[in-house]
């Protein structure tokens, strides 16, 4: 089956830096991957998903790129603010299955 | 905006009693979902759900565990003989046609 591999666990920067987020697939047949943020407490959110027929898509602040030759989607954030500081997990489904297959996590620290 | 509702938030049983996980998915969504997540592990599919039946199932998903869709809005999730390895944060999801998931608060079940 498939193997989300995210990291780092742990990211602090400060207010106004960028923050990227790197996670490795082990399926070349897995074709979703989203981005959810969590914050302490609260539901893992939906903040963007890219499909395997784009490389890159963007929102305001955020950003996923996906490289399929070497199975691997990054989340970009840019201009940092304390509220983006959460802990965000990638995911990735494969083709045909809705199946989200996790990443460990990355908490994300934005100092102010 | 609608979100997927989820009850309790904290459900306290004992080994080897029967449990029930209460979720209101987004109403117009077709798709549902259970996942959970063991303290400090990833995020794990359990299950999912379409036209009134099983569309995924992951090895954890065994003969302990079942889901239903008893009305119109509710989605359960039951465990007919609770071990003290299924503590953790439970997740309902719910989506539409596309690939998109949803989440609920999660219902945190401790087994002593």
């Known amino acids: 089956g498939e193997n989300v591999e995210q990291h780092p666990s742990t990211l602090s920067v400060q207010e106004g830096d960028s923050a990227v987020i790197k996670c490795t697939y082990s399926?070349?047949?897995?074709?979703?991957f989203p981005w959810y943020k969590q914050e302490l407490g609260k539901r893992p959110q939906l903040i963007i998903d890219i499909r395997s027929n784009v490389g890159e898509k963007k929102d305001q602040r955020i950003a996923v790129t996906l490289n399929k030759t070497a199975k691997h989607f990054s989340l970009h954030i840019t201009e940092t603010q304390p509220e983006d500081s959460a802990v965000y997990f990638c995911a990735a489904s494969q083709e045909g299955r809705r199946a989200l297959t996790f990443g460990s996590g990355t908490r994300l620290q934005v100092q102010p | 905006e609608p979100e997927v509702t989820q009850t309790p938030s904290h459900q306290v049983t004992q080994m080897g009693q029967e449990v029930i996980l209460r979720c209101v998915p987004i109403?117009?969504?077709?798709?549902f979902y259970w996942y959970r997540q063991i303290l400090g592990q990833k995020v794990e599919f359990l299950v999912s759900f379409y036209n009134n039946e099983i569309s995924e199932k992951s090895e954890i998903f065994d003969d302990q565990f079942s889901v239903e869709r008893p009305d119109g809005s509710n989605f359960t999730l039951k465990i007919r003989s609770t071990k003290l390895e299924d503590s953790a944060m439970y997740f309902c999801?719910?989506?539409?046609?596309?690939?998109?998931?949803?989440f609920g608060p999660g219902t945190r079940l401790t087994v002593t």
């Open positions: 399926d070349s047949a897995s074709n979703y």
């Open positions: 999801a719910s989506g539409g046609l596309n690939y998109e998931q949803y």
């Open positions: 109403s117009n969504h077709l798709y």
